[in-house]
């Protein structure tokens, strides 16, 4: 079966280098960026090229969201199946005659970063059986947590990680605007974050809640208020607390 | 310099266990639960009573915060020092003939689980610069995160830390809400939770925020908005949304 991976960037090249490890053969590399292409051909022995697209059995589209309708048109071969790597979007949005499907990495890429690919989720979706156990099994391969689902489904792992890591991100900015005013380095509370992470590792977050308001703790609460001076802090305070409240019942 | 430990909980076993691998020498440990102290006494061979708090010149209570005033009054020796470990008293909540101070550690301490003390974030606060110099010198041997802040200060590294750590938790809560109903494993995002938080160990949060607020990518907010069916959900998508745009200007 050949393969042929598109896009130069960092899915491009971290699922090039998980088949890699897997000895799951690549047979190109193809894209815009020759400098890209070129470290990751070196490093992985795989040939590239920017201009002609490889006869292949299986096309995976590793590009911006923004990018992958054009990039998908450029397959013109007909018997063969094509699969982009995006949580957002339906695998309909490849146009051409082929079989159309979705293999999607749940997680943030950066270059320099090595990854244990093992546990990183992939999330599959095909038009037919036959085409769904292929790439479950390549992803099977790379990691103990794979699932089969579709479009919609992508929507509820899309939204659930804007929760959990978007905005909890968000909520890091904000802390540090906190501390940063108080002149408290923010990197004081990296132990404290890092065991509210390790936590939940073993226990339901929601049995793992601390803190004033699922104590009810209003003497805290009103504290609080009236230290913070800034009107978004003061949104995200009041709406994280109620919905505390709301959940634990109090 | 005679020390007593007083308290028998998480808090007292884990600050008995520091100051013991610093070569800091606890005279006793006091408390009223027999077993606990008990356990803690012949871990760490030191002495322990239920009854006769020994004559000591610093006295570490580390109770809860309801209990810190009554507990305090135990002691009612005169020329001696007593601090207490909570992030949200005043030392003036300490009532007795004694020079009082704070030394609060920033972390949630768990009875079984090991921890890195050298991390752990230590504040400071005392009557006079002699104790003042005496508790960093204690903090700063088992921490290399010390620093002297007083009461008010205190408050708002707990609200950094509501914001940073407590708020955190209840999206994970608020987003295993939403992989649940999907029956979509939760454990599949601890991997990115975790690029999460190791990302704002080397970039400030703020230079390090993903998801489609930021992106400004309305389409994805409008599936998002309409995928929630859950009021508090909502409310928090909202909000944190409308807060990453003002932040970053959008």
């Known amino acids: 079966m050949k393969i042929v991976i598109i896009g130069s960037g960092n899915v491009a090249y971290h ?3 998980a088949f890699d490890a897997e000895k799951i053969e690549i047979s190109q590399v193809f894209g ?3 400098k890209a292409l070129e470290a990751i051909s070196s490093e992985l022995g795989i040939p590239f ?4 697209l490889q006869d292949a059995d299986f096309y995976l589209i590793c590009v911006n969201d923004d990018s992958v309708r054009e990039v998908s048109k450029l397959i013109t071969k007909k018997n063969c199946l094509v699969a982009h790597t995006s949580g957002s979007l339906p695998k309909e949005i490849l146009e051409g005659n082929y079989r159309k499907a979705s293999f999607y990495p749940l997680q943030t890429f950066s270059k320099t ?3 244990d690919y093992g546990k990183i989720p992939f999330f599959v979706e095909a038009e037919n059986q036959e085409d769904e156990i292929l790439l479950k099994n390549f992803a099977e391969k790379i990691s103990e947590n794979v699932m089969v689902s579709n479009y ?3 929507k509820y792992i899309h939204l659930t990680a804007v929760f959990s890591c978007n905005f909890v991100n968000h909520l890091f900015s904000r802390a540090k605007e906190i501390s940063d005013a108080q002149e408290i380095p923010f990197h004081y509370f990296l132990p404290l974050i890092e065991e509210t992470v ?3 590792h073993n226990i339901e977050p929601k049995l793992a809640q601390t803190g004033p308001a699922v104590r009810n703790d209003t003497r805290i609460l009103e504290i609080h208020e009236k230290l913070i001076n800034d009107d978004e802090q003061l949104k995200i305070y009041k709406t994280i607390n109620e919905s505390i409240k709301k959940m634990y019942e109090l």
Chains 1, 2 share one sequence.
């Open 152 to 154: 919609e489904k992508r």
């Open 15 to 17: 699922l090039s280098k």
């Open 198 to 200: 390790e936590k939940i």
């Open 49 to 52: 090229s920017t201009s002609e």
């Open 113 to 115: 970063k090595r990854l």
């Open 32 to 34: 815009r960026n020759e």
